[in-house]
């Protein structure tokens, strides 16, 4: 068969007048002979971690049912709408959130290790020094974030806290995102700072714009005041300066991301102000910023730490006045663990209205929710008892096709979580062998 089909670049755009306008996806942008799934028609998966302390009322979060037509949980029914797209994983564990052997600690003092454990999978150690492991969102990034403007965002409802105690380091708890085994990476919970970090500084997208346009005529005209100021240079500080203008190359590369992700046909909203009152403006807030993050591929990894461990925030909107730490603590009571059950229905509800609005956005050739790759949960179980098995563990999105949803998998006892970090890296195509304690990827 003769094809004379041409082929198109996706970033295609028509140029006239000083204007420039995108194209949209276009079958002359599909290579003849080529299947859609290989083009820009489907792009690459989102990952996105969010953390939940204290564990869940576990009977009330598993679903007593297995396999496809599983029936869903009191506190996971706010996701069944999202059926097609959901798979909930049942009986994995963090055996690093506990004490090492020969270590004196454990019990409460979980709660110092369980967010640092969560997409690691390593044991943090106690001291002054943080020590845990590489998280799966770093590992990713190296992977499908170098050719984004941001190779990942860090992102918190809670600002970071300084009384951790028993000589643990803080970061374990302030963080759930480790780029190296002893580099935790802050998290911010100020949205208008998350949103300058992504789309640049200033109240309205045309003040960004310009600003973006000033950074990189600077960065352009650096080149000549470098070519003259090396020659007086000893070898010594010509290398200094190498090293300081490829930051600077770097800095100008993603400066140019960001106006490439940025396409003229995409109506970005003023920045906000501050952070909002009230947690659930808070928290949708958030859920926003990581909405357009990831709709405009600035970048495609994020995590959220919804609160930090022993977090006492009461939550109105659930119904419940006590402090969720201390609703954690149920004493066994039957009436104490409903009640514990409405914080954790209510958190899943808010994770609800982040999953409608990513299924309701385009992308590609499905939606952002097909096309992403979201693990929502906790590394304690029964916040009573500060244990680490099962673990309450949700995953949302489809990864682009890769990942079937509409199930309830519940694995061998004892399965390390570990493992499914390791199959979500793999479905992003993170060629890894381990992460953490991991023994083999879950069949997911």
Not at 244 to 272: G, M, N, Q
Request: proline share 6%.
């Amino acid at each position: 068969m003769f094809i004379s089909k041409k082929h198109l670049s996706r970033r295609t755009m028509l140029r006239g007048l000083g204007t420039a306008v995108a194209l949209p996806l276009l079958d002359a942008m599909v290579p003849a002979g080529t299947a859609l799934a290989q083009t820009a028609a489907t792009p690459k998966t989102r990952f996105g971690g969010i953390y939940i302390p204290h564990g869940a009322t576990m009977d009330m979060w598993t679903p007593t049912t297995t396999g496809r037509n599983f029936e869903f949980s009191p506190i996971l029914k706010p996701l069944e709408q999202f059926r097609s797209s959901i798979n909930v994983i049942s009986n994995t564990v963090h055996n690093q959130v506990g004490p090492w052997e020969g270590e004196d600690f454990g019990g409460a003092e979980n709660h110092n290790r369980a967010a640092a454990v969560f997409l690691t999978g390593a044991h943090p150690v106690k001291g002054d020094l943080a020590v845990v492991g590489e998280s799966i969102d770093q590992v990713a990034a190296q992977y499908v974030g170098q050719d984004t403007p941001l190779p990942s965002i860090e992102l918190s409802i809670e600002p970071a806290g300084l009384n951790c105690g028993n000589n643990f380091t803080c970061a374990y708890r302030n963080t759930l995102s480790w780029k190296t085994p002893t580099l935790p990476l802050p998290m911010e919970n100020n949205p208008q700072l998350v949103f300058e970090n992504l789309f640049g500084d200033g109240t309205t997208d045309a003040q960004r714009r310009e600003r973006r346009n000033q950074a990189s005529s600077l960065l352009d005209s650096l080149g000549n005041e470098v070519s003259s100021l090396s020659k007086s240079l000893s070898a010594a500080d010509r290398s200094i300066l190498s090293d300081y203008l490829e930051e600077v190359r770097e800095i100008e590369r993603r400066v140019h991301l960001v106006d490439e992700k940025l396409s003229v046909d995409i109506d970005l909203p003023d920045a906000p102000v501050g952070i909002p009152r009230g947690f659930e403006n808070h928290l949708n807030l958030m859920f926003d910023l990581q909405l357009l993050a990831f709709k405009t591929e600035i970048t495609r990894i994020s995590t959220l730490l919804l609160a930090r461990e022993n977090s006492n925030t009461s939550y109105p909107g659930s119904g419940v006045r006590e402090g969720f730490h201390n609703a954690s603590h149920h004493s066994n009571e039957r009436a104490n663990k409903d009640q514990y059950a409405r914080i954790n229905t209510y958190h899943v509800g808010l994770l609800a209205g982040f999953l409608e609005k990513m299924a309701n956005t385009p992308d590609g050739d499905g939606n952002l929710l097909e096309n992403s790759m979201i693990i929502y949960g906790s590394s304690l179980s029964d916040g009573n008892e500060h244990n680490y098995d099962p673990l309450p563990v949700v995953v949302a999105g489809n990864a682009g096709g890769k990942l079937e949803g509409g199930r309830h998998l519940m694995f061998a006892e004892q399965t390390p979580m570990a493992n499914l970090l390791l199959a979500l890296l793999h479905k992003m195509d993170v060629p890894v062998d381990s992460i953490g304690d991991s023994t083999e990827p879950l069949a997911l």
